[in-house]
């Protein structure tokens, strides 16, 4: 999954930016226990960046529902 950028995200709307969190929440979730199961993470970085894009898009969600 490619790290969403800021501008990608306001151009999507509110459906497909749902969608997107739920998609980013799976793979967050699926890279911590698969880290946590084998004790050895292969990509550190990536659970950091999947944690920001979460919160960025979150961030940018609540926006845009305070736009409506």
Known sequence: ?????SKDIWEMDVDDIQDKL???KKELSK???K???????DNPGKIR????????????????????
């Open 22 to 24: 739920n998609e980013l």
């Open 1 to 5: 999954m490619a790290i969403l950028r």
């Open 49 to 68: 960046e999947l944690k920001r894009t979460i919160a960025r898009v979150i961030t940018i969600l609540s926006q845009k529902q305070k736009e409506r």
């Open 35 to 41: 880290s946590s199961a084998s004790g050895v993470n």
């Open 31 to 33: 890279n911590i226990s």
